[in-house]
């Protein structure tokens, strides 16, 4: 038995935005965010359902999902898999623009309901230790919190490193699940939730045509060629910057071998900036 990465963006989106499989979304939206008997949610209407790209491959630029509860509540479910510059404005905007979108110019704006977003990282943002939390606007000093229309929950998967038998809790099952799912060769046999039990059904591999594992692959193929090219613009900013350094060095009369030791830079990479900037001269 073999199951997809559910961080993967054909996964993710197929498996929380399945039409004919609320349950599953319903029971991550209840774990995640602590809801319990009458406040339990109890039935979604998908605002984006699944559907594979009109063109084979397309790339899709925000891995979500979105939904409303029965109250109206707006949940936006988002998968990131790297940091970038300005993600936390990004989040912000998108989040206050879909508040915001609810009601035209001069609609009332009692009809506004709350909006939540969760956030899946597969990288550490906060500096806290904790692999799960929730952000509210509240008042620094009292802790009342008068503005309860926009919340916005983390979940850190490089933080959590709990294994399976130390999973007590339907979230933590849920994390363990997104985290590890490509690396499982069994449904964990203490995964009681009809939620979650679906999900790891329709993970399985064998339950996907052949067309829904092609785009699946072709996936993986995109998201490794990007952490790439963000891995080969970071090495490239270090030379660049080490460099700089080199050069200063090398004008205030420094030996190749200091240069070298200080910048980690090669011994000919070194002696060629040497000639450039002798001959420069």
């Not at 991550?28 to 209407?45: C, D, G, M, R, Y």
């Not at 069994?186 to 999900?199: F, H, Q, R, S, V």
């Not at 080490?242 to 420094?254: C, L, P, R, S, V």
């Amino acid at each position: 038995m073999k199951f997809v990465d559910i961080k993967n963006d054909i996964a993710f989106r197929k498996i929380f935005g399945n039409e004919n499989k609320k349950e599953i979304l319903i029971s991550f939206l209840n774990a995640v965010l602590k809801l319990e008997n009458q406040n339990k949610i109890k039935s979604v209407t998908l605002l984006n359902p699944f559907q594979f790209p009109k063109i084979k491959g397309l790339k899709v630029t925000v891995i979500d999902v979105k939904a409303t509860d029965e109250n109206g509540n707006i949940f936006i479910v988002e998968m990131q898999l790297t940091d970038k510059k300005g993600l936390d404005k990004r989040i912000q905007y998108y989040s206050a623009k879909g508040y915001a979108s609810q009601v035209d110019s001069g609609d009332e704006y009692l009809k506004l309901k709350p909006m939540i977003f969760i956030g899946i990282l597969d990288f550490k943002y906060f500096e806290s230790p904790n692999y799960i939390s929730r952000h509210l606007i509240m008042d620094n000093e009292t802790g009342e919190r008068k503005f309860k229309d926009l919340e916005f929950n983390f979940i850190e998967l490089e933080k959590f490193n709990k294994e399976l038998i130390q999973l007590d809790n339907l979230i933590d099952k849920w994390i363990y699940f997104i985290k590890n799912s490509e690396n499982l060769d069994l449904i964990p046999e203490n995964i009681n939730d009809t939620g979650l039990l679906t999900a790891y059904k329709d993970a399985e591999k064998h339950n996907w045509t052949k067309e829904e594992l092609e785009e699946y692959e072709y996936a993986q193929m995109r998201e490794q060629d990007e952490r790439g090219e963000i891995e080969l613009a970071e090495e490239r900013a270090v030379e660049k910057k080490a460099i700089e350094i080199a050069k200063e060095m090398i004008n205030d009369n420094e030996t190749t071998e200091k240069i070298v030791k200080y910048t980690k830079l090669k011994t000919e990479t070194v002696e060629r900036l040497i000639n450039e900037i002798n001959t420069a001269l």
